[in-house]
Nanobody, 123 residues
Framework: QVQLVESGGGLVQAGGSLRLSCAASGRTFSRYAMGWFRQAPGKEREFVAAISRSGGSTYYVDSVKGRFTISRDNAKNTVNLQMNSLKPEDTAVYYC????????????????WGQGTQITVSS
């Protein structure tokens, strides 16, 4: 019903920057809060950042505050994650998700997921 496609992953040196984008299908994008989650090998998927339906509220896990910025463009049906000052511990597969619930930092609240994009930070 809703399809999400991430792009912008890749290999970057510690201290560098990457920008992820997530493109959504459909005509009801603005009805969903959007989030970014990541999963490293051997670990559970964890919350990274989320943004409300209008873009007026954003939330971040403590480990990325001040380094990552989430944004959305409802006219383009996209959500973005600007990642600066990257660290090796940021290495993971990053997923975008869409939810109609209020609990937008909880991975179990998400109805739709993208396929994921790999981020590797070297050092």
């Amino acid at each position: 019903q809703v399809q999400l496609v991430e792009s912008g992953g890749g290999l970057v040196q510690a201290g560098g920057s990457l920008r992820l984008s997530c493109a959504a299908s459909g005509r009801t994008f603005s009805r969903y809060a959007m989030g970014w989650f990541r999963q490293a090998p051997g670990k559970e998927r964890e919350f990274v950042a989320a943004i409300s339906r209008s873009g007026g509220s954003t939330y971040y896990v403590d480990s990325v505050k001040g380094r990552f910025t989430i944004s959305r463009d409802n006219a383009k049906n996209t959500v973005n994650l600007q990642m600066n000052s990257l660290k090796p511990e940021d290495t993971a597969v990053y997923y975008c998700g869409a939810t109609t619930t209020i609990l937008i930092t909880n991975k179990n609240s998400y109805d739709y997921w993208g396929q994921g994009t790999q981020i590797t930070v070297s050092s």
